[in-house]
């Protein structure tokens, strides 16, 4: 599972209020990402890192922020959120070795 | 973007073979991956190729044409728990590991 761990796993909160969502990896990869799915659009990408401090905007990246201080922990923030946020979050890291992404557990994210 | 196209639903019977298809636009290409989702939960690794041919992995083959912007996932003697979702990713751009996912492909194995 390449050592990797998401926290909350699951979460319920209201429109406005902010959200930190945690990925943790063990294994000192380089490269994490943060997804997210919903029913007819599949997996979007949300940001991404390439190294501490070093963060990019993916395909959906409006609303979100993230933050990488330290090689193990990815971070995604929703500074407000809104309804249209509740979807389920799935970080991943990137494998040069094995050319694979690996996804972790996933957050099941809703905002009422 | 770049759109990626498998289609939505596909049944099958247990011990048949099925074939899901993925196109995808070819500008940019750094190769194209499959990943089974179960319900509620991540998606798995199943098969990465980067060159045009066939890969075959037990009872999964996955294979590619790049001229064609077109792969497709093989399922050999199908089981039960192949039942679901088969996501078709394609790495793109310059950045390591930034894919653009297909739908997925929602299989069902009846007995």
């Known amino acids: 599972d390449a050592g990797i761990t998401q926290s909350p796993r699951h979460k319920v909160t209201e429109t406005g209020t902010p959200v930190t969502l945690r990925c943790h990896q063990t294994e000192n990869h380089r490269y994490m990402y943060w997804y997210r799915q919903d029913p007819g659009h599949g997996l979007r990408l949300i940001h991404y890192s390439y190294g501490v401090k070093d963060t990019d905007k993916g395909e959906v990246s409006d609303g979100y922020s993230v933050s990488r201080s330290k090689t193990e922990d990815f971070l995604l923030t929703l500074e407000s959120a809104t309804s249209s946020q509740t979807s389920v979050y799935f970080c991943?890291?990137?494998?040069?070795?094995?050319?694979?992404?690996?996804f972790g557990p996933g957050t099941r994210l809703t905002v009422l | 973007g770049q759109n990626i196209d498998q289609p939505t639903e596909m049944t099958a019977t247990e011990g048949a073979i099925v074939q899901i298809n993925c196109t995808y636009q070819?500008?940019?290409?750094?190769?194209l991956f499959w990943y089974q989702q179960h319900a509620g939960e991540a998606p798995t690794f199943l098969s990465y190729?980067?060159?045009?041919g066939l890969e075959e992995k037990g009872r999964f083959s996955s294979f590619l044409s790049r001229s064609k912007g077109y792969s497709y996932l093989l399922l050999k003697e199908l089981q039960m728990k192949d039942s679901a979702s088969y996501l078709c990713a394609e790495a793109g751009g310059t950045s390591y590991g930034k894919l653009t996912f297909g739908q997925g492909t929602i299989l069902t194995v009846h007995p």
């Open positions: 190729n980067v060159l045009d």
């Open positions: 070819t500008s940019g290409f750094n190769g």
């Open positions: 991943a890291i990137w494998s040069g070795d094995f050319n694979e992404q690996f």
